[in-house]
């Protein structure tokens, strides 16, 4: 049974530091995508960032690029995602997906991931 656990949401004032962990079990990861996506109130999920976890290959929206770092450590079947420099728009329930990678495949899209987490609520205060 796949498993996908997200940790490490919590309320920060606006310029402020969190690292979401997503802690994978249960089947074999390396020829996966693991993606981040959020969810405001009253708004559609929304990608984040994803990373392959075979090489490691990283994408991000355009509105966490400079401020989000996605990575994964294999040994402990293990994504983070740092998050830098918070706006309360930020503010959503964030959530961990994972997809089998194909070539050439859009992983920007949540109807693409066939896991998910239950979510990891982050606020972020003005």
């Known amino acids: 049974q796949v498993q996908l656990v997200e940790s490490g949401g919590g309320l920060v004032q606006a310029g402020g530091s969190l690292r979401l962990s997503c802690a994978a079990s249960g089947r074999t990861f390396s020829m996966y995508v693991m993606g981040w996506f959020r969810q405001a109130p009253g708004k559609e999920r929304e990608f984040v960032a994803r990373?392959?976890?075979?090489?490691?290959?990283?994408y991000y929206a355009e509105s966490v690029k400079g401020r989000f770092s996605i990575s994964r450590d294999n040994a402990k079947n293990t994504v983070y995602m740092q998050m830098n420099s918070l706006k309360p728009e930020d503010t959503a329930v964030y959530y961990c997906?994972?997809?089998?990678?194909?070539?050439?495949?859009?992983?920007?899209?949540?109807?693409?991931?066939?896991?998910w987490g239950q979510g990891t609520q982050v606020t972020v205060s003005s």
């Open positions: 997906a994972a997809a089998p990678e194909y070539k050439g495949r859009s992983y920007y899209y949540a109807g693409t991931y066939r896991y």
């Open positions: 990373i392959t976890w075979s090489a490691g290959n990283t």
